[in-house]
């Protein structure tokens, strides 16, 4: 059991002394930006989710680094806060004024569809988990993993890194299956940009932020909403009466790669539709890839959707024809590069888009793409055999350190009874929480107030109204309390 008073609201590591820097994140309470759009940290929802710090923010939501209480992991909530719509009052999230009532309302329900798609990606790997979906305080909250790692376009920018042909084609192979899984249960992401995807400090990419996601017709009939990111959003995607589908998403996955490649971000497609300017991979200064590569990217990334690749297991066909994966296994993983360039920002992040980010120049891109092609080169098959074997052997271990943590991982829960009007209850809480929990009882209601040293607040409160039994604020999850 950890104690929740030493826990940083950064990290959720372990912080024995608060008048000191957190010794795994750096996170100091002076430092913190104080955004009075945030619940204070240390603040519990759903009766079990510890929210600290926040970590991204976007136009329809807040994401805050929590922990949950009964698994005892890290995890993350992203809150719906709509930017111009919303105010907070207390504890409560309301409509900021009369006039954007509907406008909240509408929102509210795409936030539920958000976690609704979500959900039914739950078991895909290469895309953030889905944990948990609570509605309190006026407002909704999805619980997801916590991905450590920063974003590809933030990795990018800030090391000036581009990856050749056979490393870009690792990276993203579980990325493009993960879309193919999305797309055969009839959901669009909508919003895959390198803003989403999140570099892991083992080098794998995690598709994040759902928030565009809709489901679609097998036809692709559906009209949806205007959504995109410049760059990498389709021309379908700038008109409401825009005809999207799988095509929608392959385009953006192939915008990616051709960024990943050239340091570039692609032509808007509504610039293109003027004059079309994206130059093909291939004829770039400085970039070495294969013709076939660059014209199934190109390909990809047509104007006119019935152009492009009819669908992502296409798209996969074209990128990996029987491939040899041994190869790809030679590929130098940016996980070391990753950790070196960003340890002295000691950040980790799951951002929501903040709009488009800056391109590397043209110039450095050249100058990166021949190193990158030289360092890629293949080398020899008996290095790959060797590589695999060790790599197998990595796997077995960690998958059975992961089974053993995840046998181990869930905290201990303590039962507290309580009797209204002669109606007898009980509440399990997790371990962690039972000393810090106050439960005040009487003949016609129940209140359990939850208190630490950095914050307070009632948890929840039941009340006996008009002969009934009912839970009138805060939120009790009815697996945890029950009628004896």
């Known amino acids: 059991m950890f104690d929740v008073n030493h826990l940083c609201p950064g990290c959720m590591g ?14 100091t309470w002076e430092k913190t930006d104080m955004d009075l759009r945030l619940i204070p940290a240390f603040s519990i929802i759903g009766g079990r989710y510890l929210l600290g710090r926040g970590i991204g923010a976007g136009g329809f939501g807040l994401i805050y680094i ?3 209480l009964v698994k005892e992991t890290p995890v993350a909530v992203k ?86 042909q056979e490393e870009t084609l690792m990276l993203m192979r579980p990325v493009l299956e993960a879309v193919e899984k999305l ?61 999207q589908g799988p095509w929608t998403d392959i385009y953006a996955c192939c915008a990616v790669l051709y960024q990943m490649v050239s340091g570039i971000r692609p032509q808007n497609a509504s610039d293109r539709k003027q004059k079309d300017e994206l130059i093909p991979l291939e004829q770039l200064p400085g970039i070495q890839v294969a013709s076939s590569f660059s014209h199934v990217i190109e ?30 296994a030679e590929a130098q993983k940016p996980s070391l590069q990753a950790e070196n360039s960003l340890k002295g920002t000691k950040e980790d992040m799951m951002s929501l888009p903040n709009g488009s980010e800056d391109e590397l120049p043209e110039n450095k891109a050249a100058e990166m793409g021949t190193e990158s092609a030289q360092a890629n080169a293949p080398k020899s098959h008996l290095l790959s055999v060797k590589l695999l074997a060790g790599a197998a052997a990595v796997i077995m271990i960690l998958c059975t350190v992961i089974f053993l943590n ?51 607040r009632t948890l929840f409160k039941i009340e006996k109204v008009d002969s009934t039994i009912a839970v009138i604020s805060g939120t009790v999850p009815l697996e945890l309390l029950y009628q004896r």
């Open 183 to 243: 797309h055969k249960r009839g959901i669009l992401h909508r919003d895959i940009s390198p803003e989403n995807l999140i570099l892991s400090p083992d080098g794998s990419l995690t598709l994040i932020d759902f928030g565009a996601a809709r489901e679609y017709s097998s036809l692709g009939e559906e009209n949806l909403t205007v959504i995109l990111k410049q760059g990498y959003a389709p021309e379908e995607q700038y008109r409401a009466d825009g005809r």
């Open 66 to 68: 929590a922990m949950d």
């Open 14 to 27: 372990k912080w024995e002394d608060a008048e000191k820097p957190c010794p795994h994140c750096g996170f």
């Open 299 to 328: 390909k990809g990334m047509k104007l006119n959707p019935e152009d492009r690749w009819s669908s992502i297991e296409e798209l996969l066909a074209e990128l990996y024809p029987q491939t040899d994966m041994s190869l790809f």
């Open 406 to 456: 995840e046998k181990h991982s869930v905290g201990a829960m303590e039962q507290l009874s309580f009797s209204i009007d002669d109606q007898s209850f009980e509440l399990e809480i997790p371990s962690s929480l039972m000393e810090l929990c106050e439960l005040q009882t009487d003949n016609e209601s129940a209140q359990m107030k939850i208190q630490t040293e950095r914050s307070h």
């Open 79 to 164: 809150e719906f806060f709509p930017a111009e719509m919303a105010k907070r009052e207390g504890e409560q999230v309301l409509p900021a004024s009369p006039e954007w009532e509907r406008g909240f309302r509408e929102a509210l329900r795409g936030f539920r569809k958000e976690g609704n798609a979500l959900s039914k990606a739950h078991d895909i790997d290469g895309i953030v988990g889905f944990r948990d979906f609570l509605e309190e305080n006026g407002t909704c909250y999805l619980v997801m993993d916590y991905v450590s790692g920063v974003s590809l376009m933030r990795y990018m920018r800030e090391t000036g890194a581009l990856y050749g």
